[in-house]
Each structure stands twice: as C-alpha cells, then as structure tokens.
C-alpha cells in the first residue's frame, strides 16, 4: 500500500503514482499513514475469502 503523507498537502498520496517535485517533503511512517495503511487492507481483506492462499479467484492468475 503506496500511502504516503506530503507536507502541505490535504489526505494522503499515492506513492506508486506520484512524481518527486522540487522541495517536497514526504512522511512514510507516521501513525496517521499506518492506521490508513490498516484501514486499505481491512478493506481489501473484507472481500475475501479467509484462506487467501487457497482462494479461487487467485487459481486465475
């Protein structure tokens, strides 16, 4: 999970996505992006099933 906080900036960044700019402080691991880093994967995880691993949807890749 690429979230990452910029200083000045409202939310949280990409950082898979967002390109360096000149001057740009970026914060990886503050408690605000853990907990949102928490928040994704719950979400992510809610959708499915318990044993990941043995999953269906994974047997299609």
């Known amino acids: ?3 990452v906080e910029v200083e000045g900036r409202r939310g949280f ?3 898979c996505i ?3 700019e000149e001057g ?3 914060h990886t691991n503050t ?3 853990i907990e949102a880093r928490k928040m994704v ?3 992510i995880l809610s959708n499915h ?3 990941c691993l043995t999953c269906v ?3 299609k890749l």
């Open 24 to 26: 740009m402080v970026v």
């Open 13 to 15: 960044a990409t950082s």
């Open 49 to 51: 099933e318990r044993e």
């Open 41 to 43: 994967l719950d979400l």
């Open 31 to 33: 408690e605000k992006v």
């Open 18 to 20: 967002q390109k360096a």
């Open 57 to 59: 949807r994974n047997r």
């Open 1 to 3: 999970m690429c979230l």
